[in-house]
């Protein structure tokens, strides 16, 4: 269920906190944070974040189009490998067979 619109985005307080101090150095290094549920506020445009995905800190660099967005929407917690095959052997019969067609 998202967030009622009278309350407004959500940031966590600490990442915010970071977010203001990184602004004003003048070397800007990676912000890390395991706060996927904070919403991208336009101060964070041009800042890079280490976001936790599970098992390791992706980098996400914030661009003004992910305004609005959550910060774990840009990194996949979960990766696709291929469906395996049961019938290994039909299917190198059939692959055997197609590039003999050509």
Excluded: C
């Excluded at 800042?47 to 996949?76: A, S």
């Excluded at 696709?80 to 095959?85: A, G, N, P, V, W």
Aim: aromatic share 10%.
């Amino acid at each position: 269920m998202s967030r009622s619109s009278k309350k407004g985005a959500y940031v966590e307080p600490s990442l915010m906190k970071k977010v203001m101090a990184i602004k004003d150095a003048p070397k800007k290094k990676n912000i890390k944070t395991w706060s996927r549920k904070s919403a991208i506020f336009p101060e964070f445009i041009g800042l890079t974040f280490d976001v936790y995905n599970g098992k390791e800190f992706v980098p996400v660099f914030v661009t003004d189009d992910m305004v609005g967005h959550k910060l774990g929407e840009f990194v996949p917690t979960r990766i696709f490998k291929q469906h395996s095959s049961n019938n290994k052997a039909a299917d190198s019969a059939a692959a055997a067979e197609a590039a003999e067609k050509k």
